[in-house]
């Protein structure tokens, strides 16, 4: 089932995905994400995090968005015991 | 007894302490021998603590002389990645912030290593806090690759990579997170085991990221992996992440055959971009697995780059939040590329990740499903050997995470899905160099994969290599 739920997920994943655009955070956005964190950082270091975890952020824009609101969160634990048959 | 005992494997020096063979005090002699030698081209050990040790050693010998025998480890002397907690010790994690920390309790891993005998030889160098790929530490300096000085071990369990290979202690152990055991055992040419999330008790390990840390084995052997694995695995009252799921006969693992097993090999991702060295061992190793009985089937696996990206998210913020109070106190004691690293974390929303956290059990659903035909995957550790420390000490550069990220590509993603890894070396590259492969399993199976590493390691001589110091 966690599966089956998961080739759903890609195929709409990739429909959305043009849809929304880039979601890589500026240093504009990163410079008050951080201060409201507690840790304010210079202009410069926000500019350096944009580059450093842009990447991740836009390889996981065909996910973020798009789980289903009622998945399990603690399901991990479930598929890491999950049998499947040959 | 005619071998140098510290170049023995774990099991055969412990069965030879066992049967009087050599003794607890000869062997540790024999590894202060190699870390007198190695140890100032090396920089793999934190501190060494001679005197202690051959303290232990004798009372070792005393005892078994009583026939009294502690363990299956009895008088085994092995050093671990300062990050252990050990009551009494100090513990830096590799950083100038713990440089003086003393541990009230000892970790529940090295404890239980402790009461199968074992001996403290010292304690190993890492990367700061255990976040860093490739064995630079700015505090206390690189550690050296034993094959080729001046090129890195892998991190962050560079000093385990290091002794490991150059046998200054017969195994060490590691922390894989995003890929620091199978690292240093690719770019060192030993034996790592990356094991399923929550195999072993993390409690009293100094943390990174709670939800991808993991303690396993750098060793000379799938065997010597496989005895460590059998004395530490299980369920732990103190951390309660550590599973409960039966354990296997890892030991009894390690003489199974192949016939019957299938693996896996990826079509895409973990065969791209490759160094031609890399790309060849590759082949070598599908071919000698084949010959040895184990049918080869390709397999298509889900986008990995999405599952890289999720793991790199979840470590990033898991690792500042560990990290805010001395971010705020202490950002001058953090090397640059660690504080860089962990300031990476401030940036993700809190929804962000927990849409990270949430889509594991789908991710990991996906994975098993596609892999559902093969007992194990087989994919490269890394695109690359070892690169020389000064090609990768990439400093406050712009470009620092690129670098990384080539480097952790193809390990960060097993952590993110919490499966069990096995780096066996598996060759050699043009420049002496060695190379690794990581046989990737099914959550808790960690026995099947030991099974292939140890049956690969019958059939190939690579893992005893041994580096000279000359």
Same mark, same amino acid.
């Given at each position: 089932?966690?599966?089956?739920?998961? #080739?759903?997920? @890609?195929?709409? @994943?990739?429909?959305?995905?043009?849809?929304?655009?880039?979601?890589?955070?500026? @240093? #504009?956005?990163?410079?008050?994400i951080a201060d409201v964190a507690g840790v304010p950082i210079e202009a410069t270091v926000a500019e350096r995090i944009a580059n450093s975890i842009g990447p991740a952020f836009e390889s996981f824009a065909p996910i973020a968005g798009t789980l289903p609101f009622d998945l399990e969160p603690a399901s991990f634990l479930l598929a890491q015991t999950m049998k499947v048959s040959r | 007894?005619?071998?140098?005992?510290?170049?023995?494997?774990?099991?055969?020096?412990?069965?030879?302490?066992?049967?009087?063979?050599?003794?607890?005090?000869?062997?540790?002699?024999?590894?202060?021998?190699?870390?007198?030698?190695?140890?100032?081209?090396?920089?793999?050990?934190?501190?060494?603590?001679?005197?202690?040790?051959?303290?232990?050693?004798?009372?070792?010998?005393?005892?078994?002389?009583? !026939?009294?025998?502690?363990?299956?480890?009895?008088?085994?002397?092995?050093?671990?990645?300062?990050?252990?907690?050990?009551?009494?010790?100090?513990?830096?994690?590799?950083?100038?912030?713990?440089?003086?920390?003393?541990?009230?309790?000892?970790?529940?891993?090295?404890?239980?290593?402790?009461?199968?005998?074992?001996?403290?030889?010292?304690?190993?160098?890492?990367?700061?806090?255990?976040?860093?790929?490739?064995?630079?530490?700015y505090h206390y300096g690189a550690v050296h690759n034993p094959w080729?000085?001046?090129?890195?071990? !892998?991190?962050?369990?560079?000093?385990?990579?290091?002794?490991?290979?150059?046998?200054?202690?017969?195994?060490?152990? !590691?922390?894989?997170?995003?890929?620091?055991?199978?690292?240093?055992?690719?770019?060192?040419?030993?034996?790592?085991?990356?094991?399923?999330?929550?195999?072993?008790?993390?409690?009293g390990a100094m943390p990174l990221s709670q939800s991808l840390d993991t303690v396993g084995p750098l060793a000379r052997s799938a065997e010597d992996c496989a005895l460590l694995l059998g004395l530490m695995a299980g369920a732990d009252g103190e951390d309660p992440t550590a599973s409960t799921a039966p354990l296997?006969?890892?030991?009894?693992?390690?003489?199974?055959?192949?016939?019957?097993?299938?693996?896996?090999?990826?079509?895409?991702f973990y065969v791209d971009d490759l160094d031609a060295d890399v790309a060849k061992i590759l082949d070598?190793?599908?071919?000698?697995?084949?010959?040895?009985?184990?049918?080869?089937?390709?397999?298509?696996?889900?986008?990995?780059?999405?599952?890289?990206?999720?793991?790199?998210?979840?470590?990033?913020?898991?690792?500042?939040?560990?990290?805010?109070?001395?971010?705020?106190?202490?950002?001058?004691?953090?090397?640059?590329?660690v504080l860089m690293r962990l300031q990476n974390g401030l940036s993700v929303p809190a929804v962000l990740y927990l849409e990270a956290m949430r889509w594991r059990g789908p991710a990991l659903a996906a994975h098993v499903a596609a892999t559902a035909n093969v007992d194990a995957v087989l994919a490269p550790v890394a695109p690359v050997a070892a690169p020389s420390i000064a090609e990768s000490d990439v400093g406050n550069s712009p470009n620092a995470e690129a670098v990384i990220q080539r480097l952790t590509r193809f390990t960060r993603t097993i952590n993110y899905l919490g499966l069990p890894a096995l780096a066996i070396p598996c060759g050699f590259n043009a420049s002496g160099l060695p190379i690794g492969m990581q046989l990737i399993g099914r959550s808790f199976d960690e026995a099947t994969l030991l099974t292939i590493g140890a049956a690969f390691q019958r059939a190939t001589d690579f893992h005893t290599k041994v580096p000279s110091a000359a």
């Open positions: 089932m966690l599966h089956s739920h998961s #080739k759903r997920l @890609a195929c709409r @994943a990739k429909e959305r995905e043009s849809e929304r655009g880039m979601t890589r955070p500026s @240093a #504009k956005e990163i410079k008050p | 007894m005619s071998i140098e005992p510290a170049l023995m494997s774990l099991t055969a020096v412990a069965k030879a302490i066992a049967d009087k063979q050599v003794s607890s005090n000869e062997v540790t002699r024999s590894c202060l021998h190699r870390i007198a030698q190695w140890q100032g081209k090396l920089n793999a050990f934190m501190t060494v603590e001679a005197e202690s040790a051959l303290k232990a050693a004798a009372e070792a010998d005393a005892a078994l002389a009583k !026939g009294e025998s502690r363990g299956p480890l009895h008088g085994v002397p092995l050093a671990h990645k300062d990050m252990y907690y050990d009551a009494g010790q100090v513990v830096t994690c590799g950083s100038l912030i713990r440089r003086d920390f003393v541990a009230a309790t000892t970790s529940t891993a090295l404890q239980r290593l402790k009461d199968a005998g074992t001996i403290r030889l010292g304690a190993l160098g890492m990367a700061e806090f255990a976040y860093g790929p490739t064995g630079h530490n080729k000085l001046g090129h890195v071990t !892998g991190g962050s369990s560079s000093g385990s990579g290091s002794a490991v290979a150059a046998r200054l202690t017969f195994a060490a152990l !590691g922390s894989d997170t995003g890929g620091s055991i199978r690292m240093p055992a690719h770019f060192c040419g030993v034996t790592g085991l990356k094991v399923t999330y929550g195999r072993v008790s993390r409690a296997a006969d890892y030991m009894a693992a390690t003489s199974a055959s192949l016939k019957g097993l299938k693996i896996g090999v990826p079509t895409s070598n190793t599908i071919a000698v697995l084949k010959r040895e009985g184990a049918d080869i089937i390709k397999v298509e696996l889900p986008d990995q780059r999405q599952l890289s990206a999720a793991c790199q998210l979840v470590l990033a913020v898991e690792a500042a939040a560990f990290h805010k109070r001395w971010l705020i106190e202490r950002p001058q004691d953090y090397g640059p590329q």
